[in-house]
């Protein structure tokens, strides 16, 4: 059983320009998470993907979007980046059945380090 | 607005001693509760989790305590051992479905030899 993969670990972009994140899901979760960690905060939630729509959203400008597939891996783009966005990006995966009531444990990748110049 | 808090940055405790790790919250919808564990350069790691309609829940040396009054969490490892040593953060669901985890701001735990 394969755990949660992201590429790349580490990515630097200037003010301005896109960013692609992506993640591999744990095999047999159809659920995924993304989450943004600033330097010693706690990982914050961008948005979730249940069966490819999006199922919850944090409080994220527009500019950050994201994609389910169909084998439930998925992207999370930011576009016209900003020097805050440098941060740790984490992805997670779980099993939601229900996501409205199921409380499954997620499972992290090892995130993305993206540097905004 | 900070739902789930952890008020102590760093904790140093030695080693076959009782580590206590501390979260309040501030939400009561809040109904789930996690704590993970992270190194550098990984991801969280799952460690245990409890449900509010319990108020204690042990796996191994590692036991949850909930105090829905105080809105009060407390995670215990004991004894504690050198790989203990990483960051812990709390976090919690229930608001609005979803699986959507309120993380807290961790506690680095280093413990000594």
Excluded at chain 2, 57 to 70: I, M, Q, W, Y
Aim: some cysteine; aromatic content about 12%; charged content about 15%.
């Amino acid at each position: 059983e394969t755990g949660v993969t992201q590429s790349p670990t580490h990515l630097i972009k200037t003010r301005g320009q896109q960013v692609t994140l992506r993640c591999s899901s744990q095999s047999g979760h159809n659920t995924v998470s993304w989450y943004q960690q600033a330097l010693g905060q706690g990982p914050q939630f961008i948005f979730q993907y249940y069966r490819e729509e999006e199922n919850g959203r944090g409080n994220f400008p527009p500019r950050f979007s994201g994609l389910q597939f169909p084998n439930y891996s998925s992207e999370l783009n930011v576009n016209a980046l900003e020097l805050d966005d440098s941060a740790l990006y984490l992805c997670a995966s779980s099993f939601g059945g229900n996501p409205a009531l199921a409380k499954n444990i997620q499972y992290f990748g090892a995130g993305t380090r993206l540097s905004v110049l | 607005d900070q739902q789930v808090k952890q008020n102590s940055p760093s904790l140093s405790v030695q080693e076959g001693r009782i580590s206590i790790l501390n979260c309040d919250y501030t939400n009561s919808m809040f109904d789930y509760f996690l704590w993970y564990k992270k190194y550098p350069a990984e991801g969280p790691t799952f460690l245990i989790s409890i449900s509010s309609i319990k108020d204690k829940n042990e796996d191994g040396r590692f036991t949850v305590f909930l105090n829905k009054s105080a809105k009060h969490l407390s995670l215990h490892i004991v004894p504690s051992q050198p790989g203990d040593s990483a960051v812990y953060f709390c976090a919690a669901s229930g608001l609005q479905g979803a699986q959507k985890l309120v993380f807290g701001q961790g506690t680095r735990l280093t413990i000594n030899p």
